[in-house]
């Protein structure tokens, strides 16, 4: 599997409790990311990332925003939730 892009979708402000407005990463998560090599691991992090969105609430607006990302990269990836 080639490479996943980064669940963060620009906007980039660290809020509720340190978690990105945006994309709901901390910044240690968002580190955690980038080390990941594996296109694998990558999709695995997203996945994860979509359930704490999911727990956290209040990121309707981030999968609308990933996928059109994803499109323009030319990348296809299932953002329908685990379960």
């Given at each position: 599997?080639k ?17 990105c407005?945006?994309?709901?990463m ?29 727990n ?7 999968g ?14 299932d ?5």
């Amino acid at each position: 599997m080639k490479k996943v892009p980064s669940p963060c979708i620009d906007v980039c402000k660290f809020r509720r409790e340190g978690h990105c407005i945006g994309c709901s990463m901390t910044k240690s998560q968002k580190k955690t990311f980038k080390a990941l090599k594996k296109g694998e691991h990558q999709a695995a992090y997203v996945k994860l990332l979509m359930a704490q969105q999911e727990n956290m609430g209040r990121y309707t607006h981030w999968g609308p925003a990933y996928a059109k990302k994803l499109k323009k990269k030319g990348f296809k990836f299932d953002l329908r939730p685990i379960g």
